[in-house]
């Protein structure tokens, strides 16, 4: 389904699962701002930090090889 297809360097499947659960969707996710995700997942600042960027250099990456 949906989890299984939705993968993020660095960051566990479990915590990958319950940003769609909690989220809804991708263009949502890549929405969120850190603050959202300590919020809403109940997550230390640091991690959802780290979160953050992990997601933005996701996005970035699939925009380049969009164009390459």
Do not use: W
Not at 24 to 53: C, H, P
């Amino acid at each position: 389904g949906r989890r299984g297809a939705f993968r993020i360097p660095r960051v566990e499947a479990s915590l990958a699962e319950r940003l769609v659960d909690v989220f809804g969707n991708l263009r949502t996710i890549l929405r969120a701002s850190a603050e959202d995700f300590q919020t809403k997942l109940g997550i230390e600042l640091e991690m959802a930090v780290n979160l953050r960027e992990s997601l933005t250099r996701l996005a970035e990456t699939s925009i380049l090889e969009q164009y390459s």
